[in-house]
């Protein structure tokens, strides 16, 4: 399949085809080494699926059991399920075993849209949330298909608002995609999964083989375990879990601790538990968090993965093309991280610009992981007094590249001068031509040698596409070095997390504002989000201040610190000579002289974290006009 194809929603990748029947056929990685069977051609035209097949006793809605015809001596043994997205859901909930659910969830329940279902359905799977001894087994989606034919809405049962919803919600999902799947209100969607041996625990109760008490207490597992992997099934029910006989003597496969061993099916009202959705993104955070200091340990890439590993100027990366037909270097060797810094991950995110002359923003992801992003102004000639000095330089100079940005700060880091975290490169899939006027084409001329491992490879830096770096959001430690320092957790996620309670998060944040207003700062300039406390790693407390306070810092760069009145003159002044000796002595230079490239930390009343010596800890944010001293640092 070529690259082009691929598609993604709700962290699926998609290959999707277009079949010569027409339609379109979604395939998941459980249905790539399948894709001949999934052609529509061998299950669903002629009602293939109706004839052949058997539909399922006991479902509400249209599900069949069907091999596909045979391609090259093999079939498919399939379930073949028709959506119902924004149909009305008829739930009516046994009293036998009804789960304890209020009445606004069931007035809401709603049918998974296609996508959504199979994005829930591949979590669930992952099983990354919640107690890890616990797996919930299910059908593996292999594909959604759309056939061509158009209906009416009356002969669909849709409901027009409803599927607006759904449809709004995966047109989010991929906002920033070119490529992007879209559900079409007169489109039927099916939906294929792997058929799962056995029969439902109802039909052994019926047979005598499951006796009463065991199908209660099965159900009641069932939700116990979902509910602890952070799901629920709004109509759970014993027709859902599937139950396999042994071969020998037909008793039902348990457990080594005498538990009945299921699989589950049907998943258009699984949903996601209130609990988890509010701990999804802490943790996705904590995830992330163990990657990153971890980005350099070697991980394999999946055999059906279309990363690759390169390494430019001595970097390593993880290299993949995106949705919207962009390029991504993700920094390290772990695989793992790539889909952090898809561009849909991080582009259409709400965002605080930081800077009033270049495109510099801070965001937290959908994953909620604060970062920071700048555009690249590599191509352009610096626009700097071409009269001065330091002007000449920087003209000689020009801007770095992205890559360059990367390495000169991996190199600052390696000689223990501080630095804030590269992340990754991102290139554009569309173009934007510069003028004529505007154009410094020295490092594109420098870099045509280096090539993406592509198939086929291309230049890594090309005139007429604009480039991004992400970098880490500067909290006072690297995130590469907490294991043995302190994590640092924005007010928002401590109190979400159970770290701090609401009323220490207000005590903080009257702090720092009584602090600020003493400075004549009368509206409040920071953010809950922008304020964070600290933890040791492994730790379930908040760090404490010499008062026994729960320890809360801010970050502000040296020059907005000094105009506030935060940062005395001789403190700022010092800053800069530290980090020109400190670069100096790795034989490097900074050729624009500006103190809002140097990060500082501040506590709650708003003395500056410094060092065992007493000098300021500050941290290096910008290196588009790094140099070696005497040879190049890269």
Known sequence: MPPESLVRAFGVDYYHVVPPEGGDLYVTPFGFSQISQLMPANWYFDEWYAREGEKLIGSTGHVYHVLSRPVRGKRADLVVKFSRVAQYVPLIVEATYAEDFDPETIAAARFNSPMEEFGLVMELRRGLFGPSHIQILTQRPLAIYAPPEEFKLWQLGRSTSSFHSHRRFLELDQEDAVKAIELDIKRKYVLLYSWIKGQDAEQFHDA????????????????????????????????????RQHRRNASLMRRKDGELIYGLVDFELLQRTPEHQRQFKTMQQERYRTLQIERYAYRPIPRSSQLKPTSIFGVNYIYGTVQDGGHLWVVGRNPSLFDFFVPDRWRRTSRVKLSPLSEVYRTHTRDNIEVVYRRSRVGFPPRHDPLSEEGKRIRSHGYN???????????????????????????????????????????????????????????????????????????????VSEAAEAVGIDLEQAVVSALIDADTRDSIMDRIHRMLEKLGLEEDPLEESEVSVHKKPGSDTPCLDERGEVYATFSLDALTAFEIGLLPETSYKSALRALNTRLNAADAEKLDSEGNHLLLSFDADGEPRRDSDGELQWALCNFEFVRGLYRPIR
């Open 401 to 479: 590249s992205p890559f360059e940005e990367v390495v000169i700060a991996e190199r600052l880091r390696e000689m223990e001068i501080p630095t804030t975290l590269p992340l990754a490169i991102y290139r554009t899939g569309h173009a934007s031509t510069k003028s004529r006027f505007q154009r410094d084409d020295r490092r594109v001329l420098d870099h045509a040698d280096l090539l993406t491992p592509s198939t086929p490879a291309i230049p890594i830096l090309q005139t007429d596409y604009d480039y991004y770096t992400l970098w880490d959001c500067f909290r006072g430690f690297s995130p």
């Open 208 to 243: 005598g083989i499951v006796s009463e008490s065991e199908l209660h207490e099965l159900t009641n597992r069932v939700a116990s375990e979902l509910r602890q992997k952070g799901f629920r099934v709004l109509d759970n029910k014993p027709k859902h879990f599937i139950l």
